[in-house]
Nanobody, 123 residues
């Protein structure tokens, strides 16, 4: 079993920054990687960014490339999503998840999910 807890969401003005954190516990060492997804009201959950367990591999959705950075602290078993130059269209509930695969952009490839954290970007 893997437990995930996200934090760091909030309300920010367009152009601002937030850093999301996802603390993982349980049997995470044998997994392929972790990812961040987001879901806006009335929309499907979409891939944002992913990172391999080694931290050497990352991938991003085109909509966030150059603005978001995913990273991990292996000692703390925590994955971060640094979000810069935020836009109103980034408003969503953000989820972290664990997959046995990397790269993996489909939510069906992820086994464990956190509870989500709300990010709201005002214009």
């Amino acid at each position: 079993q893997v437990q995930l807890v996200e934090s760091g969401g909030g309300l920010v003005q367009a152009g601002g920054s937030l850093r999301l954190s996802c603390g993982a516990s349980g049997r995470t060492w044998s997994r392929g990687g972790m990812g961040w997804f987001r879901q806006a009201p009335g929309k499907e959950r979409e891939f944002v960014a992913g990172i391999s367990w080694s931290g050497e591999g990352t991938n991003y959705a085109n909509s966030v490339k150059g603005r978001f950075t995913i990273s991990r602290d292996r000692a703390k078993n925590t994955v971060y999503l640094q979000m810069n130059n935020l836009k109103p269209e980034d408003t969503a509930v953000y989820y972290c998840a664990v997959s046995n695969y990397f790269p993996a952009s489909s939510p069906t490839l992820y086994t464990y999910w956190g509870q989500g954290t709300q990010v709201t970007v005002s214009s």
